[in-house]
Nanobody
Framework: QVQLVESGGGLVQPGGSLRLSCAAS????????MGWFRQAPGKEREGVSC????????YYLDSVKGRFTISMDNAKTTVHLQMNSLKPEDTAVYYC??????????????????WGQGIQVTVSS
């Protein structure tokens, strides 16, 4: 099982930016996708963005399209989430995750089995 450690969260004003990073303990190319998820208080965990490790194609939640960008470094061990034009509704705990098996290509939380500890992102004035 891969170990994942997130960094880069914090408090930011509306309209601001944050860059989240997820360091993996092993080569993430073993997986078809890696993903970022978030969970706000009282809400279910949702897939924010996932990236294909083979061709870099990405999925984005509709509410973050045009504002967030997911990327993976050349070594395939770190996944980033650049978040721009942040809104108060982006406030949540953000998690990096790897899928349960090598065949998962979705961005559905139930298909992911290795999770980071989570990092708080708060957007507030």
């Amino acid at each position: 099982q891969v170990q994942l450690v997130e960094s880069g969260g914090g408090l930011v004003q509306p309209g601001g930016s944050l860059r989240l990073s997820c360091a993996a303990s092993k080569f993430t190319l073993d997986y078809h996708v890696m993903g970022w998820f978030r969970q706000a208080p009282g809400k279910e965990r949702e897939g924010v963005s996932c990236i294909s490790s083979s061709d870099g194609s990405a999925y984005y939640l509709d509410s973050v399209k045009g504002r967030f960008t997911i990327s993976m470094d050349n070594a395939k061990t770190t996944v980033h989430l650049q978040m721009n034009s942040l809104k108060p509704e982006d406030t949540a705990v953000y998690y990096c995750a790897a899928p349960k098996n090598l065949y998962v290509s979705s961005c559905a939380p139930e298909d992911f089995g290795s999770w980071g500890q989570g990092i708080q992102v708060t957007v507030s004035s």
